[in-house]
């Protein structure tokens, strides 16, 4: 079965420091990855996304992520957290399923970002 | 604005009654998506449109969800003799090109409340 897992709950972290929010999955074939955010009261924003090729990919708001095929892992990161940074995140997985590509998402990872 | 709208924001109604909502996509995007959010849970797949065509309906939408998308722009989600457990965050999304490699771009949801 297809699936990704987002194993933090809640993730805290200094305004200034880096910050990682981890996501593995799980999907036959080629996965193709992706990192949405979601602010209060607004939908969800694309941040960024694998398909193929370097490993480590950027983003939107200075946030990349790597891919790891051995792990498994697509994990968030961003070298320097602001307090808007402070958000939902969610790492999603899309993959072939009978009618064509299926989305599917992770629970989600609350972002702290303290002053 | 040009991006996903989504009417209504709110909606408040009594188990048994119907409700219907409207996402209006990004105008060049040809594919339509409806999810559904629950509090600490990432977005659930429900169904699917290319253009006017529906290819996928999850597991999830029983006989009493209906959706539609009649001339391949907007579309409405109708769901019968609302449940209790139905309440949840109604989100819908677009997308174009590739299926597989094109990020999604939501709309701020609609809340439905069952009574």
């Known amino acids: 079965a297809q699936s990704v897992a987002q194993p933090e709950d809640q993730v805290n972290v200094a305004e200034g420091n880096p910050l990682t929010v981890k996501c593995t999955y799980s999907?036959?074939?080629?996965?193709?990855l992706f990192w949405y955010v979601q602010y209060p009261n607004r939908g969800l924003q694309f941040l960024l996304k694998y398909i193929t090729g370097d490993n480590l990919v950027k983003g939107s708001y200075g946030f990349e992520a790597e891919f790891n095929k051995s792990q498994t892992s697509f994990h968030l990161k961003k070298p320097s957290a602001l307090v808007s940074d402070s958000a939902l995140y969610f790492c999603a997985v899309r993959a072939r399923n009978t009618g064509g590509f299926k989305t599917i998402f992770g629970a989600g990872t609350r972002l702290f970002v303290k002053a | 604005d040009t991006g996903v709208s989504q009417n209504p924001r709110h909606k408040i109604t009594k188990r048994g009654q119907n409700v219907t909502f409207r996402c209006d996509p990004i105008?060049?995007?040809?594919?339509l998506y409806w999810y559904r959010q629950t509090l600490g849970q990432g977005p659930e797949f429900l169904t699917y449109?290319?253009?006017?065509?529906?290819?996928?309906k999850s597991r999830l939408l029983s006989d009493r969800f209906s959706a539609e998308r009649p001339k391949g722009s907007f579309s409405t989600l109708e769901i019968q003799r609302t449940e209790q457990g139905d309440s949840a965050m109604y989100l819908c999304?677009?997308?174009?090109?590739?299926?597989?490699?094109?990020?999604?771009?939501f709309g701020p949801g609609t809340r439905l409340t069952v009574l």
């Open positions: 449109f290319q253009n006017e065509a529906q290819l996928e």
């Open positions: 999304a677009s997308s174009w090109g590739l299926p597989a490699y094109n990020e999604q771009f």
């Open positions: 105008s060049e995007h040809n594919r």
């Open positions: 999907v036959s074939g080629n996965p193709y």
